[in-house]
């Protein structure tokens, strides 16, 4: 969609919106929201981020609404619906015929995959720089494919998977449209140098729409073909279709079962919260862990020993029992719901702050308190899932394997769970109704 915003022309697409959203928290709300993926955000905040003009009186709220609209997002203002989702408005108009292909008739000559934020810190091979769960997927998906593959660096263009590159920081979406102009010519030189004549080929591409059009507008007119079977799709579904042409689900889940079990992927709060939801604003499944400090602290309020390491298991994100689908993430679940100041919205919030409050000899639980204590003792495993649907009983298996201690539903009744079941209606009460629907989340 192409705009004029104070007299400077602009160009975005859904995906550019929700790319330059990615890192940041949405701010209060104070009338209208529009919702991107599930999260509500200020209507002037989104365009603010999404076209980098800090400057909000630049724009008024009502043409900010009407851009975001004609994007295909939902609109409202306290608890009503504005407007309904929509299909985005079709783009002007291309001078040249050539279009990109949805979906191959063939098998993809050559693979390309985008570049991700997440790096590592040192150099390495390309095909491990890049550290994000969904680059991983796409890098899956181009090895598995049997066909040559090569990543899109916003920094040096072509690179093959072997080729050794150090960290940068460059993002597509963020330069100008001469810069895309000429990274895109680049790339289609460095193409052909690396496979041969592109009048033929078809060029299968796993990346954002900055990506794709800018290398389209380049190979096109060579006589590429070229494919985006993502295009128009949201980044839960994007990895829910890699997921669907990965293992089947018992091997998922063991898959899963291990990620959650491997102690070294565990990271500080501290640490989850300077992320700002990098690559967590999905459904998925998460293990919390705790130190020997911790555990004592847990094994003196609960009467039961509780051995340092993993304690909790949850999902988040899940297909509802209902059918309807959940707005939920693993950023929104940890950060809002754990990390909350209430207990009656988290299931292992509630019960450890019982299990504290007993060890300290506490009549109620302190809100203030369990959080500190929770940033000091506890680390947590997050695991992106994109497959809403079949997310619940991905988490029974697991469960069923993993046996975490504080868990109560889909486990056995131990005596150690019959314990922390007492302290639970002792210190919190009845379980409220969202407690209820969301059993172990």
């Given at each position: 969609?192409?705009?004029?915003?104070?007299?400077?022309?602009?160009?975005?697409?859904?995906?550019?919106?929700?790319?330059r959203i990615a890192n940041h928290v949405p701010e209060p709300i104070r009338e209208y929201w529009?919702?991107?993926?599930?999260?509500?955000?200020?209507?002037?905040?989104?365009?603010?981020?999404?076209?980098?003009?800090?400057?909000?009186?630049?724009?008024?709220?009502?043409?900010?609404?009407?851009?975001?609209?004609?994007?295909?997002?939902?609109?409202?203002?306290?608890?009503?619906?504005?407007?309904?989702?929509?299909?985005?408005?079709?783009?002007?108009?291309?001078?040249?015929?050539?279009?990109?292909?949805?979906?191959?008739?063939?098998?993809?000559?050559?693979?390309?995959?985008?570049?991700?934020?997440?790096?590592?810190?040192?150099?390495?091979?390309?095909?491990?720089?890049?550290?994000?769960?969904?680059?991983?997927?796409?890098?899956?998906?181009?090895?598995?494919?049997?066909?040559?593959?090569?990543i899109l660096s916003a920094e040096h263009g072509l690179v093959a998977p072997d080729d050794w590159?150090?960290?940068?920081?460059?993002?597509?979406?963020?330069?100008?449209?001469?810069?895309?102009?000429?990274?895109?010519?680049?790339?289609?030189?460095?193409?052909?140098?690396?496979?041969?004549?592109?009048?033929?080929?078809?060029?299968?591409?796993?990346?954002?729409?900055?990506?794709?059009?800018?290398?389209?507008?380049?190979?096109?007119?060579?006589?590429?073909?070229?494919?985006?079977?993502?295009?128009?799709?949201?980044?839960?579904?994007?990895?829910?279709?890699?997921?669907?042409?990965?293992?089947?689900?018992?091997?998922?889940?063991?898959?899963?079962?291990?990620?959650?079990?491997?102690?070294?992927?565990?990271?500080?709060?501290?640490?989850?919260?300077?992320?700002?939801?990098?690559?967590?604003?999905?459904?998925?499944?998460?293990?919390?862990?705790?130190?020997?400090?911790?555990?004592?602290?847990?094994?003196?309020?609960?009467?039961?020993?509780?051995?340092?390491?993993?304690?909790?298991?949850?999902?988040?994100?899940?297909?509802?029992?209902?059918?309807?689908?959940?707005?939920?993430?693993?950023?929104?679940?940890?950060?809002?719901?754990?990390?909350?100041?209430?207990?009656?919205?988290?299931?292992?919030?509630?019960?450890?702050?019982?299990?504290?409050?007993?060890?300290?000899?506490?009549?109620?639980?302190?809100?203030?308190?369990?959080?500190?204590?929770?940033?000091?003792?506890?680390?947590?495993?997050?695991?992106?899932?994109?497959?809403?649907?079949?997310?619940?009983?991905?988490?029974?298996?697991?469960?069923?394997?993993?046996?975490?201690?504080?868990?109560?539903?889909?486990?056995?009744?131990?005596?150690?769970?019959?314990?922390?079941?007492?302290?639970?209606?002792?210190?919190?009460?009845?379980?409220?109704?969202?407690?209820?629907?969301?059993?172990?989340?």
């Amino acid at each position: 969609m192409q705009f004029t915003l104070d007299g400077e022309p602009f160009e975005l697409t859904p995906d550019m919106v929700r790319a330059r959203i990615a890192n940041h928290v949405p701010e209060p709300i104070r009338e209208y929201w529009v919702e991107i993926d599930g999260v509500r955000w200020p209507a002037k905040q989104a365009i603010a981020l999404a076209t980098g003009v800090p400057d909000r009186q630049r724009f008024q709220s009502q043409s900010a609404r009407r851009w975001l609209a004609n994007l295909g997002f939902s609109i409202g203002r306290g608890q009503q619906l504005v407007t309904a989702p929509g299909p985005p408005r079709a783009p002007a108009a291309r001078s040249r015929s050539a279009a990109v292909t949805k979906t191959p008739q063939t098998s993809p000559d050559v693979v390309l995959v985008g570049c991700v934020k997440s790096k590592l810190s040192h150099g390495a091979p390309a095909k491990d720089l890049y550290t994000s769960d969904y680059f991983k997927k796409m890098r899956a998906y181009a090895e598995a494919s049997g066909a040559p593959w090569f990543i899109l660096s916003a920094e040096h263009g072509l690179v093959a998977p072997d080729d050794w590159l150090e960290p940068y920081e460059r993002y597509l979406p963020d330069t100008t449209r001469e810069y895309r102009r000429s990274w895109g010519q680049t790339v289609a030189t460095q193409l052909g140098e690396a496979v041969g004549p592109i009048n033929g080929l078809v060029v299968d591409i796993h990346a954002g729409a900055a990506y794709v059009e800018s290398a389209e507008a380049a190979l096109a007119p060579l006589g590429a073909v070229v494919v985006d079977q993502l295009k128009g799709l949201s980044f839960g579904r994007r990895l829910s279709w890699y997921l669907r042409r990965g293992a089947d689900s018992h091997s998922t889940a063991a898959k899963v079962t291990e990620q959650l079990q491997d102690q070294s992927r565990a990271v500080a709060l501290a640490d989850l919260l300077a992320s700002n939801g990098a690559d967590l604003r999905s459904p998925g499944m998460y293990s919390w862990w705790v130190d020997e400090v911790g555990a004592e602290d847990l094994s003196r309020g609960l009467g039961h020993e509780i051995a340092a390491g993993l304690i909790y298991a949850g999902l988040a994100g899940a297909t509802r029992s209902g059918g309807s689908e959940s707005s939920n993430t693993l950023w929104g679940r940890i950060t809002t719901m754990h990390l909350g100041k209430r207990h009656e919205f988290s299931t292992l919030r509630r019960s450890l702050g019982s299990i504290l409050a007993s060890a300290h000899g506490s009549s109620a639980i302190d809100e203030a308190e369990l959080t500190g204590w929770m940033h000091a003792h506890l680390r947590v495993v997050t695991i992106p899932i994109a497959d809403a649907d079949t997310l619940d009983a991905l988490e029974s298996e697991i469960l069923a394997a993993l046996d975490p201690p504080l868990n109560l539903a889909k486990v056995s009744k131990t005596p150690p769970r019959l314990r922390l079941s007492a302290l639970r209606k002792q210190y919190a009460g009845k379980p409220t109704v969202v407690e209820e629907e969301d059993q172990d989340g």
